[in-house]
């Protein structure tokens, strides 16, 4: 059984290509009149610009939709083998196959033309379009396998009263939990939400959210660690009011 979300990016692969056709029928009469004529190498390649271009100006608008809900202020939890599981990733498979996609299209588009003098043979164009393709779908269903896989995953037992974190990392990319860390509900304190303020190198601040747990460890001494690292409040707090409820913590 195809994986849904890769589904969903097979299925709107038509769609985009539909989309840039009746762009490029409107707006480029020229490019236009070489497809409808027999596409050659150079028009293929056009072809492929337009198409990353449009996807791109897509993703940016899907990005400005997300931000302004309140990148989807809610607990995506659902039930595996009488598991609760909540799903941390803050990426779509099918939005991370769509931005390959996208940044492929934009980028064979520079390197072969670049190469070819923007006149390349149908078969290289083609062999562009193949990748481009081939690469969204590739990143699609790996994101979906790892997001199935549970792997990045929250999960509670509620039989066995246990909870496991997955592996976190910082808004800049840096590891700060490598593995898995299981905890006994009854140790948990509290649950809050920190935090952090992030200073580019050119002095650009951002203010990330992380739902954070303290807890008792073996010797009954307290310690903190972060459950996840997201850019959004909404969704951060969303997330910290669901523990809390469920494992009876405070803030």
């Known amino acids: 059984m195809t994986p849904p979300r890769l589904l969903a990016f097979l299925l709107s692969l038509p769609l985009w290509l539909a ?10 009469g020229d490019l236009a009149y070489a497809l409808m004529n027999g596409p ?10 337009v198409a990353g271009l449009t996807l791109l100006v897509l993703l940016g608008g899907y990005a400005l939709v997300y931000y302004a809900r309140g990148q989807r ?7 595996v083998r009488g598991r609760t599981h909540v799903t941390l990733n803050a990426v779509s498979p099918a939005v991370i196959g769509w931005s390959v996609t996208c940044a492929s ?12 003098d923007f006149a390349p043979g149908f078969p290289l164009a083609l062999g562009c379009w193949l990748v481009t393709l ?16 549970g792997g990045l995953d929250l999960i509670l037992d509620g039989d ?39 200073r580019d190198d050119e002095g650009h601040t951002s203010t990330r959210h992380r739902p954070t747990i303290t807890y008792l460890d073996e010797r009954g001494e ?29 803030s």
């Open 19 to 28: 989309f840039t056709l009746r762009l490029v029928l409107f707006f480029n």
């Open 40 to 49: 050659d190498g150079p028009a293929l390649l056009r072809l492929l610009f």
């Open 73 to 79: 202020a809610h607990v995506a939890a659902f039930t």
């Open 105 to 116: 299209a934009l980028a064979l588009h520079s390197l072969v033309g670049a190469a070819t």
């Open 134 to 149: 081939g690469a969204g779908t590739l990143f699609t269903w790996r994101a979906e396998a790892r997001m199935r896989s």
């Open 160 to 198: 066995t009263r246990r909870l496991s974190l997955p592996p976190v990392r910082d808004g800049e990319g840096v590891v700060e939990r490598s593995g898995r860390l299981e905890l006994d509900c009854a140790r948990i304190q509290r649950i809050t939400l920190e935090r952090r303020v992030h």
């Open 222 to 250: 307290p310690r903190q660690e972060t459950i996840v690292d997201w850019g959004l409040e909404e969704r951060a707090s969303a997330l910290v009011l669901w523990l809390q409820k469920r494992l009876d913590a405070r």
